[in-house]
């Protein structure tokens, strides 16, 4: 049991991106929702709360788990529906960033919410003392800031911000809601203009403009030169105000500007003149197709010319070594490499590295005591690989801090004076449950992330811990009877050496005293699918190959002990049929699920035609044809066309995850759910799900039923003629082939060498592969 009582329904005020969003995320979490905004002029006062949740459910990336959460939202108006407010446990304030609004707005709030409520604000930057300012002491004591990044759903970031007045046990709770429900990465804030994340990403943000603002660099020089290069998302810079909006940077600057007039780096947040014109232009980045970036009607990207405000075509990059450093895998290596280099690369980013991170150590502790806090609030709100502490450590503690006082940075002297005298020459020490941190004015604090978070990295270096490997696998001891099986091929794709690492882990847990098996990864992705180039490679004997991967889900799928599959991010094809395998997987919530072999002229056939098959048979009652066949015709609509699932849970209704799988929303979590998971299915006295040896097919009729909606695809010129033939294939193989005349039942092995059948029929098409071909090259599907 929890020692918090979780929320059940929440009142969000205010239906803007901000707002609506994060009833979205609530909502997909299981809360009840209100969604309330002002009254709108006219008859219907619910208009503007309508448009909002309109666009909302128009947004994409999708803000829900699944289109079914949306009915979870109950819309209204300030003046009809104040009295909802009475019902909820928890009520958000997210209306516009005008400090009389939101305070007029609490004392209303004040007058109905009820006496264990929490309020909250979602400002952004807003002095969260003054927004409460002649509120009672009782109300006071039980509000704070929770601070979402957009969007809500995808950004870990969830910065909160306890007042002077604001209880201990509010705080404890909402930062328990918001890891254990919400899935967020919670970072504790001062009362301070735009708290972290913002407050140290905006400036750096603005260093590197600056940089092209005086014509020293092009603006696509500074974003190669600070996206994925340095561990930052590939939106880099300007890209990333655009994608902002260049309005929301310009309100953002002159909040800041105006609020830290103590800062002595104030100037560096004084909205460009440049950004104040485009903006008044209209030119605001993506939301209007025009800011620092343009897609000009022929598919080109040109860049705005500062001078005239006019595109023109990018200049080709004079950054000498470029390629060279993309090259390098390692980040610490990369970075060390770049910092040291001679020409304009090395000049850019030793300035941008060196400014970025002595402000840094002046805002503390002014906005944190502690840096990790600042590491963790850039990699969560802003999708660092490393916040500006952890780079310092990865170039060198005491090389960068002489580097900083031989250009003039201004270091404060917890740094230069404190840490030295505690002995401390790093912010870091030691790695996962081991790990200590440098904190202002104590020293090194134990920074372990929770007990429930198991870093798959710390295992894995732990060579006491190492079971077995080869080249793309590695199998660990990860405690309490439980083994776990990461792999690492490029891509995290499924080849023969990872099948081979699968099947000695099953040798090794069956034949020990291992309660059962984890397999898992840290990859960005968890499985990208089978390896095409071994598939391309293996034609002579594809046979054999394919019958191996299908041999290998079996073994998975009916292993006398539990194996958990805990998957996250992109699943696709043969990792689906690798989590299908799994008779009880755990996803996490931001997993992106799909059978997408079509898109390279194949299907299913690592048992994944077989298992939506037999998904359709069971999920009909009493397998009545008239609905195996509309679940079937789903499972045929998602396959032939690719579909992937958006979340977890919407890859549930889809029939890729079974109804009773596992979802955790903190995706940091699913190795230790995993993990538990093994050991309660094996002191529960684990069997394996029966062998299905009768599977409910429909035969021909069916078949010339979904040949008919293809045909509709075909003729209003949704597929081409080929994805028409791979529609006929793959409606072959899922309704019996021609083992059937009618509805009849197959054997689970009689529905695998069929899918299998099929699959070397198409891969030997020369159309197929193209497809192969193509996207093993340019990284994106061929529709020929």
């Known amino acids: 049991m929890s020692q918090f009582k979780p929320f059940r329904r929440v009142a969000v005020l205010g239906a803007g991106v901000m707002g609506s969003q994060i009833a979205a995320l609530l909502a997909?979490?299981?809360?009840?929702?209100?969604?309330?905004?002002?009254?709108?002029?006219?008859?219907?006062?619910?208009?503007i709360v309508e448009a909002g949740f309109k666009r909302?459910?128009?947004?994409?990336?999708?803000?829900?788990?699944?289109?079914?959460?949306?009915?979870?939202?109950?819309?209204?108006?300030?003046?009809?529906?104040?009295?909802?407010?009475?019902?909820?446990?928890?009520?958000?304030?997210?209306?516009?960033?005008?400090?009389?609004?939101?305070?007029?707005?609490?004392?209303?709030?004040?007058?109905?919410?009820?006496?264990?409520?929490?309020?909250?604000?979602?400002?952004?930057?807003?002095?969260?003392?003054?927004?409460?300012?002649?509120r009672r002491l009782p109300f006071r004591r039980r509000f704070l800031g929770t601070h979402f990044f957009n969007p809500p759903r995808y950004l870990k970031l969830l910065e909160l911000i306890p007042t002077k007045?604001?209880?201990?046990?509010?705080?404890?709770?909402?930062?328990?809601?918001?890891?254990?429900?919400?899935?967020?990465?919670?970072?504790?804030?001062?009362?301070?203009?735009?708290?972290?994340?913002?407050?140290?990403?905006?400036?750096?943000?603005?260093?590197?403009?600056?940089?092209?603002l005086r014509g020293e660099y092009t603006i696509q020089e500074v974003d190669l030169l600070t996206g994925k290069l340095i561990g930052r998302p590939k939106s880099a810079t300007f890209r990333t105000a655009d994608l902002v909006g260049l309005d929301t940077l310009l309100h953002v600057l002159r909040n800041l500007y105006e609020n830290v007039p103590h800062d002595e780096s104030r100037e560096m947040f004084k909205p460009p003149e440049v950004l104040e014109r485009m903006v008044e232009k209209g030119l605001l980045g993506d939301k209007v197709k025009a800011?620092?970036?343009?897609?000009?009607?022929?598919?080109?990207?040109?860049?705005?010319?500062?001078?005239?405000?006019?595109?023109?075509?990018p200049k080709e990059p004079d950054l000498p070594g470029l390629d060279k450093y993309k090259k390098i895998a390692d980040l610490d290596e990369r970075l060390r490499a770049l910092y040291a280099d001679e020409g304009r690369i090395g000049a850019f980013l030793r300035s941008h590295f060196l400014t970025s991170m002595a402000y840094s150590a002046r805002r503390i502790p002014e906005i944190t005591e502690r840096p990790a806090d600042v590491d963790r609030a850039m990699r969560w709100g802003f999708g660092w690989t490393y916040g500006p502490?952890?780079?310092?450590?990865?170039?060198g503690f005491e090389r960068v801090l002489a580097d900083m006082q031989a250009v003039g940075e201004m270091v404060p002297e917890w740094v230069t004076q404190e840490m030295p005298a505690k002995g401390a020459k790093s912010f870091y020490l030691g790695f996962g449950p081991e790990q200590k941190s440098y904190v202002y004015g104590q020293g090194y604090q134990d920074d372990a992330p929770p007990h429930d978070e198991i870093p798959l990295a710390y295992f894995l270096r732990q060579k006491d811990r190492h079971i077995w490997s080869n080249s793309e696998v590695t199998m660990v001891d990860i405690?309490?009877?439980?083994?776990?099986?990461?792999?690492?091929?490029?891509?995290?794709?499924l080849g023969r050496t990872v099948l081979e690492g699968f099947h000695k882990a099953m040798d090794i847990v069956g034949d020990g005293d291992f309660r059962g098996l984890v397999i898992a990864n840290d990859g960005e992705n968890f499985c990208l699918g089978a390896n095409l180039l071994e598939i391309l490679m293996s034609?002579?004997?594809?046979?054999?190959?394919?019958?191996?991967?299908?041999?290998?889900?079996?073994?998975?799928?009916?292993?006398?002990?539990?194996?958990?599959?805990?998957?996250?991010?992109?699943?696709?094809?043969?990792?689906?049929?690798?989590?299908?395998?799994?008779?009880?997987?755990?996803?996490?919530?931001?997993?992106?699920?799909?059978?997408?072999?079509?898109?390279?002229?194949?299907?299913?056939?690592?048992?994944g035609t077989t298992r939506m098959v037999a998904w359709a048979a069971e999920s009909a009652a009493n397998e009545r044809p008239n609905e195996v066949q509309a679940f079937l015709a789903k499972a045929f609509e998602q396959i032939a066309m690719a579909k992937v699932a958006m979340s977890a849970v919407e890859a549930q209704e889809m029939g890729y995850l079974p109804k009773g799988a596992v979802i955790v929303t903190n995706t940091d979590r699913r190795v230790y759910v995993a993990k538990q998971e093994v050991i309660r299915l094996y002191e529960e006295g684990y069997t394996p799900p029966p062998y299905r040896n009768a599977i409910y097919v429909l035969g021909p009729d069916a078949r010339a039923a979904f040949m008919s909606m293809a045909y509709n695809m075909l003729e209003g010129r949704y597929i081409t003629e080929y994805e028409y033939y791979l529609a006929e294939r793959l409606a072959f193989a899922m309704t019996g082939g021609d083992l059937v005349t009618g509805p009849s039942y197959l054997t689970e092995d009689q529905m695998l060498d069929l899918e299998r059948r099929v699959f070397?029929?198409?891969?030997?098409?020369?159309?197929?592969?193209?497809?192969?071909w193509h996207i093993l090259k340019y990284r994106k599907p061929l529709r020929n």
Request: aromatic share 8%.
């Open 28 to 47: 997909s979490v299981g809360l009840q929702v209100d969604l309330l905004d002002i009254p709108a002029e006219g008859e219907n006062k619910n208009a």
């Open 56 to 134: 909302l459910r128009k947004m994409k990336p999708t803000p829900f788990y699944s289109p079914k959460a949306a009915r979870r939202i109950r819309l209204g108006n300030f003046e009809e529906h104040w009295d909802r407010l009475r019902e909820a446990d928890w009520i958000i304030e997210a209306v516009i960033e005008r400090l009389d609004i939101k305070r007029d707005l609490m004392a209303k709030v004040e007058k109905v919410a009820r006496r264990d409520a929490i309020i909250s604000t979602n400002t952004s930057g807003l002095p969260l003392h003054q927004i409460v300012q002649g």
């Open 165 to 212: 007045d604001t209880r201990q046990d509010v705080l404890e709770r909402m930062a328990w809601f918001g890891r254990m429900v919400l899935g967020k990465g919670i970072v504790i804030a001062k009362d301070t203009p735009n708290f972290i994340a913002n407050r140290i990403g905006v400036f750096t943000l603005m260093h590197a403009v600056q940089a092209a």
């Open 291 to 313: 800011g620092f970036y343009k897609k000009m009607p022929n598919g080109e990207i040109w860049v705005i010319n500062f001078e005239t405000l006019e595109y023109e075509p």
């Open 389 to 395: 502490f952890q780079t310092w450590d990865a170039l």
């Open 479 to 493: 405690g309490d009877g439980v083994a776990l099986l990461e792999f690492h091929s490029k891509g995290n794709t």
């Open 539 to 607: 034609m002579e004997n594809l046979d054999e190959v394919v019958k191996e991967f299908q041999q290998t889900m079996q073994r998975i799928r009916y292993f006398h002990k539990p194996i958990v599959v805990a998957v996250h991010g992109r699943v696709l094809g043969g990792g689906v049929e690798l989590m299908m395998a799994s008779p009880h997987p755990v996803a996490a919530a931001e997993s992106y699920i799909g059978l997408v072999e079509v898109g390279v002229g194949l299907i299913p056939a690592g048992t």
């Open 760 to 772: 070397l029929e198409l891969a030997h098409q020369p159309k197929t592969q193209e497809r192969m």
